[in-house]
């Protein structure tokens, strides 16, 4: 057997983080190679393999353009980068430093810009850069720090020191993946995590949780309402800020489920409005209000900004901090370093020169061969000069020129390498470092950890690209975990009052909707899925005999199909994502509200999202093989995860607002999935012989057969079926039951002040129709063939059922008014987020 590790080689001459100078694996992996199989590639390719699974099973993604948007699978490498605690020691001394010095570079500029008018740091530099706002000048945040969060990109250069590539203040993302990682990669490792004493990443999230309180105006009070605001679901970093969210508790919101009223910020909540008083963004600056800031922007709060100016909210980080994201300031940083601290910059910053200073401009200019170039703009990509033809450099060198103090150049750095897994070998890929740090009373306390990178370039830029793998990153501790800032304590004891009157207990419209949605799509993914599944089943029997009377049954069901769920043959019907109603179609948009709302579910809905998700997808890849391939097998698994969905939303979720409309969407969707399909298949007489064949697969489809044929051992008939699929009040899938199960639901939900009166007027019209129908008449045909009498009352019921859902959605989910001074054609303005 080939020993993977023997054979792994460091991809250049500078640093391995593996292999010492002399080719010898370093210490700590040497101890770990038995334990992880670096010795055997079939062992690195199924750990590789089981990373991937998990990542499926969780939902992790990244990025939402895709035409699902639900965005890109997240790619995790199984071996994570090693650090012992002495080089971490050092990273951990400077990352402080550096988030101090950021903290007081941001403090002066919005306060005074004493900086600017002393000439330490030059105007252009400050004044021209977008991450400037100057609508927040004089604004402050409680407590000692201005500088809430930081995330700092860094990479180890050929003689193994440290450089910062970029620092990230803006929105600092990666805190959430950094944490899903580690527990991937603690799973796949978990005899060597269970060994190793590694730092854990925990308390940073509590220090997190402190700082939040910390900040809070003065009047919040001992337990502040927190809430981090997302661009929404479309987000790139969705999947991070949804994770971070629900890895601190607080609510995840949007700027539609935000309103400022009286001066201070509100979170809708169903029936009410709720006290917001520290917002942690996760939106760029100049999006978060219309009015002082982006006038164009969908994504924030008008008045936030005078709100925040009042310090009735603390909004971090602050409005204004991406101001310190501009690549020209790290030429500036160790000047500033000894102006404000009185200290040499400990970690220093990769090489960069800002064209607004005409030397450093001309040594750009002259050096654009080998320089990687960038604008110092938010988020606009870098380039290398070496890849550039004459023509383009002529062209980049006009652009400079025109506008030199929106350009930097940088000296390239060759990162360290690392060891990867690439099928069944060990590839040495150079890695970078996404490190985290966040304010409190003593000073800013580092992420035990980070989110590195690694990259198919030897030359790193400081845009991560957005297919590049991940890595979990070990910082190794001589000492044994011990949890020094305990979670349970005294202060998170109940209030005299018993109240629970907390953020976080409420819900915002928006989630409520996603839930009530949630709810609908997974009932009818389940409900396509049985139709289908019992229609599949006299397909396989009598669908080779045209003149058979099953194949006269099959044409009603297969018309019922197509009626009820979706035209295309079952296979299609299953698996054509293009196919509105199609199980795939479904389970598309059951997956996109799934996301939007993943704060409010329990983690182990996205197990059966995936195992769903994964059935689709072998099951299209297998039909595309052998069309004539059986559904049945495909179909047993799609509702074993729906049912395991099923189950989890009873058995795992608070019984809270979110629940009773969720399961509300579930059960107007069984009502009015039930109503259709009678209407399609019961409506019209037709012989004894296909109408016992019709009825039976209703009943299979509506999970009542073994029922009906325990009380009912006598023939068949229309009218007892509609008995026990319309008004049995004790069959958890008759009409009854879900009209007496949503009016219970709709009747724990707050209900604002305009009232429920036509809400509830349809749930009660609906039930007045099930009240006066006497199945019997209705079971019996006209001369003309049609069960009109049972026609029209399910036509009644239809629309009625219909037209709740929409009032549903008008009393509980209103989204505001647009201000009349946005352009309603506009699209959604970028969030910068995919740094």
């Known amino acids: 057997m080939t020993d993977v590790l023997a054979g792994y080689r460091a991809g250049g001459p500078g640093h391995d983080e593996m292999l010492q100078s002399t080719g010898a694996a370093r210490a700590a992996w040497a101890q770990m190679a038995d334990l992880v199989g670096l010795h055997h590639g079939e062992q690195l390719a199924q750990r590789a393999a089981d990373v991937v699974a998990l990542l499926e099973d969780h939902g992790v993604r990244h990025g939402a353009d895709d035409a699902g948007g639900t965005g890109r699978p997240w790619l995790l490498d199984p071996l994570p980068v090693l650090l012992d605690e002495v080089e971490w020691a050092r990273i951990e001394s400077g990352l402080r430093q550096r988030a101090l010095l950021l903290d007081l570079v941001l403090t002066d500029l919005y306060s005074g810009a004493e900086l600017l008018t002393r000439g330490v740091l030059p105007p252009a530099l400050i004044l021209g850069h977008r991450g400037f ?100 679901p479309d987000s790139p970093a969705a999947f991070d800020q949804a994770y971070l969210a629900t ?168 990162a360290s390498t690392t060891p990867t897994v690439a099928g069944s070998a060990l590839e040495a890929r150079p890695t970078t470092l996404r490190a985290f740090a966040v304010a409190g009373t003593r000073g800013y306390q580092v992420m035990s950890s980070g989110l590195a990178r690694v990259t198919p370039e030897d030359t790193v830029l400081t845009d991560p690209g957005p297919l590049d793998a991940a890595k979990d990153v070990w910082v190794l501790s001589s000492e044994p975990y011990t949890v020094a800032d305990p979670w349970v304590g005294e202060a998170a004891a109940p209030s005299s009052t018993g109240g629970t009157a907390h953020l976080p207990a409420s819900i915002s419209p928006g989630a409520a909707e996603d839930l009530f949605w949630f709810g609908r799509h997974a009932e009818q993914a389940e409900q396509t899925v049985r139709l289908v599944r019992a229609v599949s089943d006299r397909w396989n029997d009598f669908h080779a005999s045209p003149a058979n009377v099953g194949a006269r049954a099959l044409d009603v069901l297969l018309d019922a199909v197509a009626t009820v769920a979706a035209s295309g043959s079952l296979s299609e019907v299953v698996t054509d994502a293009r196919r509105p109603g199609s199980v795939a179609h479904t389970e598309a948009k059951l997956t996109r509200t799934a996301t939007a709302v993943r704060d409010q579910l329990s983690g182990d809905t996205w197990l059966a999202l995936s195992a769903i998700e994964r059935a689709i997808a072998r099951e299209r890849a297998h039909h595309e093989r052998d069309p004539g391939s059986e559904l049945g097998p495909v179909l047993a698994r799609l509702l074993e995860g729906l049912l395991a969905l099923s189950g989890i939303a009873a058995e795992s979720m608070v019984r809270d607002a979110g629940w009773s409309l969720m399961d509300a969407g579930r059960r107007l969707e069984r009502a009015r999935w039930l109503v259709d399909t009678l209407a399609a298949t019961l409506t019209r007489l037709r012989s004894g012989d296909v109408d016992s064949l019709v009825l039976e697969s209703v009943l299979i489809a509506h999970e009542s057969v073994i029922t009906y044929r325990r009380r009912y051992q006598a023939r068949a008939s229309v009218g007892t079926v509609l008995d026990l699929l319309l008004t049995d009040a004790a069959n958890p899938r008759s009409l009854r039951f879900q009209l007496v199960a949503l009016g219970a639901d709709l009747a724990a939900v707050p209900a604002p002040a305009r009232g429920t009166a036509a809400r509830d007027a349809l749930l009660a019209d609906v039930v007045d129709l099930l009240d006066e129908l006497d199945t019997r008449a209705a079971a019996a045909a006209g001369d003309d063939g049609v069960r009109s009498r049972l026609a029209e009352t399910l036509e009644s019921m239809r629309w009625r059922l219909a037209e709740l859902g929409e009032e549903i959605a008008r009393v509980h989910f209103t989204h505001p008014v647009p201000v009349p001074w946005l352009d309603a054609s506009l699209a959604w303005a970028p969030d910068g987020t995919a740094s």
């Open 133 to 232: 706002v100057r609508a927040v000048d004089g604004i402050r945040v409680p407590g000692e720090h201005q500088l809430f969060t930081l995330a700092v990109d860094l990479a180890r250069n050929a003689d193994g020191g440290w450089q910062v590539l970029a620092d990230r203040a803006q929105v600092p993302t990666g805190m959430g993946y950094a944490m899903q990682d580690r527990r991937i990669v603690a799973e796949v490792l978990s005899g060597l995590y269970r060994h190793a004493r590694i730092r854990r990443i925990g308390p940073f999230f509590q220090a997190v949780r402190h700082a939040a309180a910390e900040v809070a105006p003065a009047g919040a009070g001992d337990a502040p309402r927190v809430a981090l605001l997302t661009p929404g």
């Open 247 to 414: 890895m601190l508790g607080y609510p995840l919101v949007t700027g539609e489920d935000l309103v400022v009223a009286d001066g201070r910020l509100w979170m809708r909540s169903l029936g009410r409005l709720e006290p917001v008083d520290v917002l942690l963004r996760a939106v760029d600056a100049e999006h978060c209000d219309p009015l002082d800031l982006r006038g164009d922007s969908r994504l924030g709060v008008a008045g936030l900004v005078q709100a925040a100016r009042a310090g009735a909210v603390s909004v971090v980080n602050p409005l204004g901090s991406g101001v310190l994201d501009n690549p020209g300031l790290l030429t500036y940083l160790p000047r500033l370093a000894r102006e404000l601290l009185g200290e040499e910059l400990a970690i220093g910053s990769a090489v960069t020169y800002w064209c607004g200073e005409r030397s450093m401009c001309s040594h750009v200019m002259a050096n654009l061969d080998r320089l990687v170039v960038r604008p110092t703009a938010p988020g606009a990509p870098a380039v290398r000069g070496w890849d550039l033809t004459l023509h383009e450099r002529a062209d980049l060198a006009a652009r400079i020129a025109d506008r030199p103090f929106a350009w930097v150049g940088q000296e390239p750095i060759e």
